[in-house]
């Protein structure tokens, strides 16, 4: 039932390690996107799909990859995960109504990275 | 480009006072607006959004913003605050033909009894 869904919740690991982050939406939406959220709460865009299409890759470490395998998926692999890695990163979905901009984002309840 | 400024990390306000988040806005398109509430350890929902109908704009728990274009402003406010509005409070901006939403630095809310 729930809309988006990301899985897991929490995620500890050491330096150096590879990790994925998995995120499904059920609202049959066409836009998915990955937000990083650091400690002091702030929320920075990372990636964006539309229909499985990237069509936002912002200033993100080439470590950091995103694939969509349909649009109701939107997956995150990070490679050799470093201490500044650490933080909540959610995925969200909108529907572009009235125009591409209008639509309201659906978030996740966020993926907790804690590197040690 | 889009930017937003959220004035005050931190707010504090008592319960049945009136609530006022601050945002100032830029954008190089005619701007869509959110504010979203973020309780702790849970996702960002949608209180409400302007995309250029009324100015005035309802949203869910009592809360209301009004788009003024003259002051790029779109503040957040609520008549009486309850103790369970205390919350991290996010204003966002997205432009018309972009799919990008960019977020404030966010406003603490605490409700004193």
């Known amino acids: 039932d729930t809309a988006v869904s990301q899985t897991p919740k929490y995620l500890v690991t050491q330096m150096g390690n590879d990790k994925s982050i998995k995120c499904e939406q059920n609202?049959?939406?066409?836009?998915m996107y990955w937000y990083k959220q650091d400690s002091k709460k702030f929320l920075k865009i990372m990636f964006s799909?539309?229909?499985?299409?990237?069509?936002i890759n912002e200033t993100v470490p080439n470590r950091f990859s995103p694939k969509s395998p349909d649009k109701a998926h939107l997956n995150l692999h990070i490679n050799s995960l470093e201490l500044g890695d650490s933080a909540v990163y959610f995925c969200?979905?909108?529907?572009?109504?009235?125009?591409?901009?209008?639509?309201?984002?659906?978030f996740g309840e966020g993926s907790r990275l804690t590197v040690l | 480009a889009q930017s937003v400024t959220q004035l005050g990390s931190h707010v504090s306000v008592s319960e049945g006072a009136l609530v006022l988040l601050r945002c100032n806005y830029s954008?190089?398109?005619?701007?869509?607006l959110f504010w979203y509430v973020q309780y702790p350890n849970q996702g960002l929902q949608l209180l409400l959004k302007?995309?250029?109908?009324?100015?005035l704009v309802k949203g869910i728990n009592g809360f209301e913003a009004e788009f003024k274009k003259s002051e790029t402003s779109f503040h957040l406010t609520k008549p009486s605050a309850h103790m369970s509005d205390a919350a991290e409070y996010f204003c966002?901006?997205?432009?018309?033909?972009?799919?990008?939403?960019?977020f404030g630095t966010g406003t603490r809310l605490k409700v004193l009894a």
């Open positions: 969200a979905s909108s529907r572009q109504t009235g125009g591409v901009g209008g639509g309201e984002l659906f």
């Open positions: 609202l049959g939406h066409d836009t």
């Open positions: 799909y539309n229909n499985k299409e990237l069509i």
């Open positions: 954008s190089s398109v005619p701007p869509y």
């Open positions: 302007y995309t250029s109908a009324a100015t």
């Open positions: 966002a901006v997205s432009g018309s033909g972009t799919y990008k939403y960019i």
